[in-house]
Structure formats: structure tokens, C-alpha cells
């Protein structure tokens, strides 16, 4: 696969130096997609869209950014806790003045959502739920092939379903919801919290700086129990909210993304057992529950797929 354009990072920073960061990536990255033949081909293999729609891309860009509260209509984005000073912010036409043309925002998890829907693990699906689990727990709802995000652009935050009454809370504050229980943070934080109160772990002699999701991964890989069921439980509360979201939904497809699903069946296995206990079982057995395709581009393919999308007025689909 081929990576087109710098993929910025949008997690760090006031607006102005954010907005100069996707836009420079944006402006002269466009240009080399539309002046490179082989480029051409290899943005619309990745966008899963045909040829045709070199006007589209061109005329339009979209930038997929990690937002709590946004109205992509308007291109404003509310407020995010996880940038700092992102408060009623029109970002849409401020990287329309820097890249100079029409440009269009969506939640970085609904690009993702929206690539793999179109070009990725849910190819086919006409109603798919997306799910990255990360440090946080974010999603994107796909219904007759397209995003779902309700009366004010927010809807899809799967992360924040609950699940118990007494778990640790999120990083919003939410108790017992499954960001608080099942994200990287929280899988880590919990390893920290067991060692602290003195769990027998291989874990033990590390620096705490350095016992994330990705250490206690390889740990429960070697056998770790401690680690073994901080997987288990976290996969356990995420097949619980899957299970729940099938029974409201009935989507065609699942599609679960984001660093944690490097931890393959230390996570899924425990969570397909729980979507059983959960899920009716007509509707679970025609869900497909599948890990995404398309790794850390899929942001940055769903953003151009979003661009097309979005100013050429009809869905990839139907081109
Ligand atoms: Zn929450």
C-alpha cells in the first residue's frame, strides 16, 4: 500500500498550528496526487474509487481530526478535550483559505469507519459498525452505506456504552464505561493499579513508564496471568457492548480497529464468547466480526474517500 500524503499529527497542539500542519500536508500533496499518473492510480485503488474522479478529489478536501464535538455541516469544530484550546473553532474554512478549495471535516474515526466500509475489512456491508480500540475507544456507524451521526454529529462514541457501575472511569469521567475498562489506557492503568497493591505479575521490575498496553501484550503472550486477564476482562466488556450494539443495530459487519487488535484472540477471543451471552443469535450469526484492513492509512484513505464523497454529490458506491 502505498501512503499518498503525510498523515498529520492532529493529537497535539493550539488550532493555528494544527490547521498549518494538515494544510501543508493537504495543498502539495493534492497537487503530486494529480500530476503523477502512477499516483493517480494508487489514490483511487486506496479511496475505492474509479479514475473519474480526479475533480472531485480535486476540487474537495476533507481532514479527518480527533474530535469529541463537531458539526461537519457547518465545519466547526465545538470542543475536544484532547486538543488543547479546539473551542468553536471553524476549521473547515480555515484549511479552505490555506489549501484553497472547498474543504469538508469528520471525526477521525468515522474516516476510518468510512475506509473501511468502502475499501477495507467491511467491503460489501450496507449497515456496519466500526469500532477503533486505542488508547481511547472511538467508532463510526455505517447505516445503507452511509455515516450515521445523528442530530448533532456526535452520534457513534461506542466507547462511552456502559458497562458496570463501579468500574474506573474513562478519560471524560463516565464510570464503568467501556473506554474506562477496555482502551490501552485503561488496560494499563490497571496493570499499574494491580502492581501497586502487589499482584504477582513478570511485569514486576519494569518501569511503570513503560507498562502499556503494548508491554502487557507481550507479557500475557508469555504467560503473564496478570496480563493474561487484564486481557481477558477487557475483551469481556468489549463483547458484552458488541453484543449490544447487534441487538439494536443487526449491522452486516463489525469491523474492530485501532493498536489494541494487534493483541489479536488476547482480546477477541474473550469478546466473541461474550457477544454470545449478549447478542440474539439471528442477528449475531449474519454479523461478521472482522479486524480492519487497512491499519493506521485508514484514516487518511477515508478522508480522501470522504472528500469524494462529499463534492462529487453521489456515493463512492454509485460511481
Ligand atoms: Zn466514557
Known amino acids: 500500500m502505498t501512503t499518498l500524503l503525510a498523515y498529520p499529527n492532529v493529537s497535539e497542539g493550539r488550532d493555528p498550528e494544527v490547521i498549518a500542519r494538515i494544510g501543508a500536508a493537504f495543498g502539495p500533496g493534492l497537487l503530486d496526487v494529480h500530476s503523477d ?3 493517480h492510480r494508487s489514490a483511487y485503488t486506496l479511496a475505492g474509487a474509479p479514475g473519474e474522479l480526479a475533480g472531485a478529489v480535486l476540487s474537495g478536501a476533507a481532514a479527518a481530526v480527533d474530535l469529541i464535538a463537531i458539526d461537519p455541516h457547518a465545519g466547526v469544530v465545538h470542543d475536544t478535550p484532547n486538543m488543547t484550546g479546539w473551542n468553536e473553532v471553524p476549521a473547515a474554512r480555515m484549511l479552505s483559505e490555506r489549501v484553497g478549495c472547498p474543504v469538508v471535516i469528520c471525526h477521525d474515526a468515522a474516516a476510518a469507519g468510512y475506509a473501511e466500509l468502502k475499501a477495507g475489512a467491511g467491503r460489501g456491508a450496507r449497515h456496519l459498525l466500526f469500532i477503533t480500540v486505542s488508547t481511547g475507544i472511538g467508532g463510526a456507524l455505517f447505516i445503507g452505506g452511509d455515516l450515521y451521526d445523528g442530530a448533532t454529529g456526535s452520534a457513534g462514541e461506542v466507547g462511552h456504552t456502559p ?33 501497586a497493591a502487589g499482584a504477582a505479575s513478570s511485569l514486576r521490575g519494569m518501569d511503570l513508564a513503560s507498562i502499556d498496553a503494548r508491554a502487557i501484550t507481550t507479557a500475557a503472550n508469555e504467560g503473564d496471568e496478570l496480563s493474561l486477564r487484564l486481557f481477558n476482562d477487557a475483551g469481556h466488556a468489549l463483547g458484552r457492548a458488541i453484543g449490544g450494539f447487534i ?30 451471552q449478549i447478542a440474539f443469535a439471528i442477528p449475531a450469526s449474519r454479523c461478521r466480526i472482522v479486524t480492519a ?27
Request: glycine share 16%; hydrophobic share 45%.
Open 37 to 39: 499518473p502512477d499516483h
Open 163 to 195: 458497562i458496570t457501575d463501579e468500574g474506573p472511569a474513562c478519560g471524560q469521567g463516565h464510570p464503568g464505561c467501556l473506554e474506562g475498562i477496555a482502551s490501552g489506557t485503561a488496560i494499563a492503568a490497571r496493570a499499574h493499579a494491580e502492581l
Open 247 to 276: 441487538n439494536v443495530l443487526a449491522p452486516d459487519a463489525i469491523v474492530i480497529g485501532g493498536g489494541l487488535i494487534n493483541a489479536g484472540d488476547l482480546l477477541l477471543a474473550p469478546a466473541r464468547h461474550a457477544v454470545t
Open 293 to 319: 484492513a487497512l491499519g493506521t492509512d485508514a484514516g487518511l484513505i477515508g478522508a480522501v474517500a470522504w472528500a469524494v464523497r462529499s463534492f462529487s454529490g453521489r456515493p463512492v458506491a454509485e460511481l
